[in-house]
């Protein structure tokens, strides 16, 4: 699976939107976009993908690039709860498995 | 959604026991489960896939000997740290993918291993 860069950490207001940016340079036309975070002593869990077209659902909104060499993951209201490590993952078929990155700690100030 | 829970949530034992950890898919019929490993600080490392009914596939530089793992039906699977050591002291997080949406993998809540 081709390589994702996340930048280690960013920093948010509460109820403010949060952009989570992730690098795919090397994406191949069949990978596939995944966003999963890790709250703190909890298994991961799955946030959203996407292949080409941009994403919605009620936790977040997935933009892709036109050219799929980037995404970004974007929280609308951030809160407290949304605090964890968001993972930005590709994945070239449903049959291999999700190998983690170091993905971005988000903060989320009050 | 689909649900995977794992017991225990956690576990401490003495160096040189053996400790088991089960993983189940609680409301879909998991044809594949993953293990991974994280240390704090870092991230997700992928253990193994197995496959129901079919032996564990290791990942480089995992032992398949100290880390036993047995998928034996659609809805269970078990790690077994055999002589655990210090070392051994991480986090373990299961990983199932099944049912209805077969693409997505669903995670449980792991377990905290500590060895004395």
């Known amino acids: 699976d081709a390589k994702t860069t996340q930048p280690n950490s960013m920093e948010s207001n509460e109820e403010e939107p949060v952009h989570l940016p992730c690098n795919h340079s090397t994406i191949s036309g069949t990978d596939y976009i995944h966003w999963y975070r890790q709250l703190p002593s909890q298994g991961p869990e799955y946030v959203i993908h996407?292949?080409?077209s941009n994403v919605n659902n009620r936790m977040a909104s997935l933009a892709i690039a036109e050219d799929r060499k980037s995404s970004t993951l974007i929280l609308h209201r951030a809160t407290l709860r949304d605090a964890a490590v968001y993972y930005c993952?590709?994945?070239?078929?449903?049959?291999?498995?999700?190998?983690f990155g170091k993905g971005t700690r988000l903060s989320v100030i009050a | 959604g689909a649900v995977v829970s794992q017991h225990p949530s956690w576990v401490i034992c003495k160096s040189g026991t053996s400790v088991k950890i089960e993983c189940r898919s609680l409301?879909?019929?998991?044809?594949?489960m993953f293990w991974y490993r994280q240390f704090p600080k870092q991230s997700l490392m992928l253990m193994a896939t197995?496959?129901?009914?079919?032996?564990?596939?290791?990942e480089q530089g995992v032992e398949k000997d100290k880390f036993l793992i047995n998928h034996a039906s659609l809805t269970l699977s078990t790690l077994t740290v055999t002589s655990a050591h210090p070392e051994d002291s991480s986090f373990y997080i299961c990983?199932?993918?099944?049912?209805?949406?077969?693409?997505?993998?669903?995670f449980g809540p792991g377990t905290r291993l500590t060895v004395t």
């Open positions: 996407g292949l080409t």
């Open positions: 990983s199932a993918r099944g049912g209805l949406y077969s693409y997505e993998q669903y």
């Open positions: 409301d879909f019929q998991a044809t594949t």
């Open positions: 993952i590709l994945r070239a078929s449903g049959n291999t498995p999700l190998v």
């Open positions: 197995s496959n129901e009914g079919s032996k564990a596939t290791y």
